[in-house]
């Protein structure tokens, strides 16, 4: 166990260094090679900024967009949206007055995000096993399914290391070119997002794979050149493959056989479990917040309950050595928490959560993270705050995005 000293505060260059210095044994490139992303900045200003400066209007016909750059429509506030410091229900009301189309479309994409935490509270690890159906299997394997002689693949692939954030429209490149093309293990992928993305969160990113290579619904997503040609019209001109393009036509790829649906999926018989308190919970008197990943932001339930309190993270040690994140990632963080620092207690730790949290009177934010409830189970959490649910869970099928959005309160439903 190692208590952290305080992270630098609006200086880049210290807080790679912080990190590279604290975390840097568990880090994908090094202690040497630490970065931090040059898209994005981590914290609650950034993150508010982020929110206000959206340009929502074109998004419904300019999401999927990829080059130019200028052209594209995405909102880029994911990192902070699964960071807890832009809530989904805040964001959905803070885009109330977007023209209707474009606010409707916006709205899908908090709906599918909110779908993604519901299926991971329900179906926890059996996320990363098939849903409905086995992946494609390709009778010609590649090696490298990402080869970086293609434009569209090294374009994709810069993005994806250096800036950690792709447009979804890229992910699904991406995906489908590992899995559908490829032939590779779409798990392995998934694992390269992971360490990657900024956003990167098992719910979305494993949900997110399953339904581009059709593990979620049976009809798997083929990419090929006229995607490329679609969405970033010149890059195939540049590319040495021009003449001799590998993904011409599309894959002749078909779902594999259906498997059996984990139970949770189909019904849920405890939505009250699956969705924690809804109101606060406990019998005790914490002396700290215990912060995670998920709950960094100022409107964090349990930081707004409890303002006088320190908070306390802890870098989980063992488990960042076995993800081996990249260095942006834990720069994302580190600026994050150092500024949250900036505006009440904050302690800082490595090592194991269990034992550096113990004998420590919790209070915390519920988290639909099976991780996060197996931890909380084994430590003294005496005040438990309700998870902000853009829409509570049902006890429904969520088997698809469909089945499950009719089962939502009417305000939810429509988006627009």
């Given at each position: ?119 991971y509270a329900r179906v926890g690890g059996g996320l990363g096993r098939p849903l409905r159906h086995v992946p494609p299997t390709s009778s ?277």
């Amino acid at each position: 166990m190692s208590v952290l000293p305080a992270v630098p505060v609006d200086d880049r260059p210290a807080v790679e260094a912080w990190v590279a210095e604290h975390l840097g044994d568990v880090v994908l490139e090094g202690p040497e090679g630490v970065r931090g992303s040059p898209a994005f900045t981590g914290g609650q200003a950034a993150a508010d900024a982020a929110l206000r400066d959206a340009d929502l209007r074109g998004y419904a016909s300019r999401r999927s967009e990829v080059l130019p750059v200028e052209r594209r429509g995405a909102s880029r506030l994911s990192p902070y949206i699964r960071h807890g410091l832009l809530p989904l229900p805040h964001v959905w009301d803070e885009v109330a007055s977007v023209p209707a189309r474009d606010r409707g479309k916006f709205r899908d994409e908090l709906l599918w995000q909110e779908y993604a935490r519901h299926v991971y509270a329900r179906v926890g690890g059996g996320l990363g096993r098939p849903l409905r159906h086995v992946p494609p299997t390709s009778s010609n394997t590649w090696p490298e399914p990402w080869v970086r002689t293609m434009a569209c693949m090294a374009l994709t692939t810069d993005e994806l290391r250096g800036d950690g954030w792709l447009v979804n429209q890229t992910r699904m490149w991406l995906s489908s070119q590992w899995t559908v093309r490829g032939g590779r293990d779409w798990r392995e992928g998934e694992d390269r997002f992971f360490r990657h993305l900024l956003d990167g969160s098992r719910a979305a990113n494993r949900l997110g794979w399953q339904w581009t290579v059709g593990a979620g619904t049976g009809r798997p997503y083929g990419f090929a050149r006229w995607q490329v040609e679609k969405r970033a019209p010149g890059l195939c001109g540049r590319c040495a493959l021009r003449d001799r393009c590998p993904i011409q036509e599309f894959p002749d790829a078909s779902s594999g056989p259906s498997v059996e649906s984990p139970e949770s999926l189909r019904t849920d018989p405890d939505p009250h479990r699956t969705g924690g308190p809804t109101t606060v919970d406990g019998d005790g008197t914490p002396e700290a917040v215990w912060l995670t990943a998920e709950s960094l932001g100022s409107r964090d339930p349990a930081l707004q309950g409890r303002p006088d309190l320190p908070a306390v993270f802890v870098f989980d040690h063992a488990r960042l050595a076995g993800w081996r994140l990249s260095g942006k990632r834990l720069v994302f963080l580190a600026e994050t928490l150092g500024e949250l620092a900036g505006r009440r207690d904050v302690e800082l730790h490595v090592g194991d959560p269990a034992e550096v949290l113990a004998g420590r009177r919790l209070a915390a934010t519920w988290t639909p993270v099976p991780g996060w409830r197996r931890l909380a189970d084994r430590l003294d959490v005496v005040e438990r705050h309700p998870w902000p649910w853009l829409a509570r869970p049902h006890g429904r099928s969520a088997k698809s995005f469909s089945a499950w959005r009719k089962a939502l309160p009417a305000d939810r439903q429509r988006g627009a």
